[in-house]
């Protein structure tokens, strides 16, 4: 089984490593895919462009075991479904996927395209940090209760998996490099460097 981490990246920092690393270890997956979209469909435009995106994931990735750049939203271009995206990692081989969510992910996923499809090609593991509070009434039918459970099953499943904090986010790492800080305890050093290096995310005329 592979997992899925969807998102803009915008940038790549240390919390989105920390949930792709706990999932690949309590999970027992082959890899876990960072998989930034090109156009979202729920949230803000990113900052970087795609190129600067997957440039930083790659120097995040290095020397992370298990960890891997999937371009696929990148490649097709477009508003980015997932629906489409696990459709055509199945397109391309028999794999059971574990579709990686945070909380507030999860507790839209109803407004997502073809939600119930989904659950047809993935299981789906909501990360819980300590604070946000899952939507306890949605699918209740479809909870397993450990990675075992997960495993056993081909699809549909849905487990919730408590990890800890990294009191980290990208828009939080946006607003202090746009004041002219970088945040290096939140961000892998290569995309620190990158960031300045690029002068990225500084407001216009900085």
Same mark, same amino acid.
């Given at each position: 089984m592979i997992g899925i981490l969807g998102g803009t990246f915008d940038p790549i920092?240390?919390?989105?490593?920390?949930?792709?690393?706990?999932?690949?270890?309590?999970?027992?997956?082959?890899?876990?895919?960072?998989? !930034?979209?090109?156009? !979202?469909v729920h949230r803000d435009q990113p900052h970087a462009t795609a190129q600067q995106r997957c440039a930083m994931i790659?120097?995040?990735? %290095?020397?992370?075991?298990?960890?891997?750049?999937?371009?696929?939203?990148?490649?097709?271009?477009g508003p980015s479904y997932m629906i489409d995206s696990l459709r055509e990692i199945h397109a391309r081989?028999?794999?059971?996927?574990?579709?990686?969510?945070?909380?507030?992910?999860?507790?839209?996923?109803?407004?997502?395209?073809? !939600?119930?499809?989904?659950?047809?090609?993935?299981?789906?593991?909501?990360?819980?940090? !300590?604070?946000?509070?899952p939507d306890r009434g949605l699918y209740p039918d479809r909870r397993v209760a450990s990675p075992r459970e997960l495993s056993r099953l081909t699809a549909g499943a849905?487990?919730?998996?408590?990890?800890?904090?990294?009191?980290? %986010? %990208? %828009?939080?790492?946006?607003?202090?490099l746009e004041g002219g800080d970088i945040p290096r305890r939140c961000l892998p050093p290569a995309v620190a460097d990158y960031i300045e290096t690029h002068h990225l995310y500084r407001r216009p005329g900085d």
């Amino acid at each position: 089984m592979i997992g899925i981490l969807g998102g803009t990246f915008d940038p790549i920092h240390n919390g989105h490593l920390h949930l792709a690393t706990e999932a690949l270890s309590r999970l027992e997956l082959e890899q876990v895919q960072l998989m !930034p979209c090109a156009l !979202p469909v729920h949230r803000d435009q990113p900052h970087a462009t795609a190129q600067q995106r997957c440039a930083m994931i790659e120097l995040a990735l %290095s020397g992370q075991a298990g960890l891997v750049l999937n371009t696929l939203e990148i490649e097709r271009d477009g508003p980015s479904y997932m629906i489409d995206s696990l459709r055509e990692i199945h397109a391309r081989g028999d794999v059971k996927i574990a579709l990686l969510l945070g909380t507030d992910a999860f507790n839209g996923f109803a407004g997502w395209k073809h !939600p119930r499809q989904i659950l047809e090609l993935a299981h789906l593991v909501v990360c819980i940090r !300590p604070g946000a509070e899952p939507d306890r009434g949605l699918y209740p039918d479809r909870r397993v209760a450990s990675p075992r459970e997960l495993s056993r099953l081909t699809a549909g499943a849905i487990l919730l998996l408590e990890i800890g904090a990294i009191d980290c %986010s %990208s %828009s939080e790492v946006r607003a202090a490099l746009e004041g002219g800080d970088i945040p290096r305890r939140c961000l892998p050093p290569a995309v620190a460097d990158y960031i300045e290096t690029h002068h990225l995310y500084r407001r216009p005329g900085d």
